[in-house]
């Protein structure tokens, strides 16, 4: 019986293409919720969360996606971005919507990279 290679070509090819664009959507997506806490501390105090514990936040979400310039200017960019998904002014009312759209995702990130940036043992543990 003969075996064809062709099916490991293929293999290597999608596995070399998947895990640095699988690292690259880990890496938006840190940019982008480094931003919305920014955004968020920038709109001031919400309901569950300060606008000091929000721009700790942001800082802990671009250590993990790297605190290079290029991760900065592209926080700065999406900031912008997220800033035009609000209808209004930057109150806890006028982020109600972004905050529906974005919180859930943001705050699982956020707990890996909090333990990273802060070293926080009750951030780390399981």
Known sequence: MRTSLMPLAFLAIFTS???PAHAE???DRGIHCAAYYELLSVAG???DISRKQSSRAFYALLVHAGDTPKAQD???QKLVDLRKE???PMTP???AKLREKYDAEC???LKAAWCEAYKDPGACGA
Do not use: E, K
Request: proline share 5%.
């Open 17 to 19: 293409i998947s895990l």
């Open 74 to 76: 592209d926080v700065a």
């Open 86 to 88: 609000i209808p209004g």
């Open 25 to 27: 959507t880990q890496n």
């Open 107 to 109: 705050r699982v990130l």
């Open 93 to 95: 009312a006028g982020t």
């Open 45 to 47: 105090d919400q309901l």
